[in-house]
């Protein structure tokens, strides 16, 4: 992947965050799916520390944007940072080569799935443990809910834009052959 296309997929990233933690604040959704589908894509690249970065750049200015401090956006950025960088490190450690569309092909699908699903529930829980650390006055049973919603939706993001990556992927024909 060249830098251009690098630089291009990561503003586009950046925007569909900003646009998510925007959206979030109305509708009790979070942002996180779209932070770890971000470091996962951009994993193949090999420039994670430049998408860390913009990551939690990206996020500290959204917390700016909805009023809160300097020091209370930092730790809204290292609290949306730190579980996608879970989750994606985790993802390519139990299912190499799985966002590729490679992997282990010696293991069935419900196995690389079931650890995908792994790495998004230690994600979510990491991220609620962030957010009851950062808002102490929530509700006891806020947490278990928020990782319950962020587990399906960082695997429903992610299994989608896999497909999507898959069906728009170039076929190659198989080896025919001929009598």
Do not use: C, K
Not at 166 to 179: I, K, N, Q, Y
């Amino acid at each position: 992947m060249t830098v251009a296309r690098h630089a291009i997929r990561t503003a586009a990233f950046a925007a569909a965050y900003l646009l998510a933690f925007w959206a979030g604040g109305y509708l009790f959704l979070s942002a996180l799916p779209i932070a770890a589908l971000w470091l996962l894509a951009q994993t193949p690249s090999g420039r994670r520390r430049f998408d860390l970065i913009a990551l939690a750049t990206t996020t500290a200015v959204a917390a700016t944007l909805n009023g809160a401090g300097p020091l209370l956006s930092l730790a809204v950025a290292a609290a949306g940072t730190l579980p996608a960088l879970l989750f994606a490190v985790l993802t390519e450690r139990w299912a190499p080569g799985w966002w590729q569309g490679h992997g282990d092909r010696f293991r069935s699908l419900r196995h690389r799935l079931s650890r995908v699903a792994a790495a998004a529930a230690l994600s979510a829980a990491a991220a609620g443990l962030l957010q009851a650390v950062l808002l102490p006055d929530t509700p006891w049973y806020a947490a278990p809910l928020t990782t319950l919603r962020d587990t399906a939706a960082i695997l429903l993001v992610t299994l989608a834009a896999r497909a999507l990556r898959r069906s728009r992927a170039p076929r190659t024909p198989g080896l025919t052959l001929v009598r």
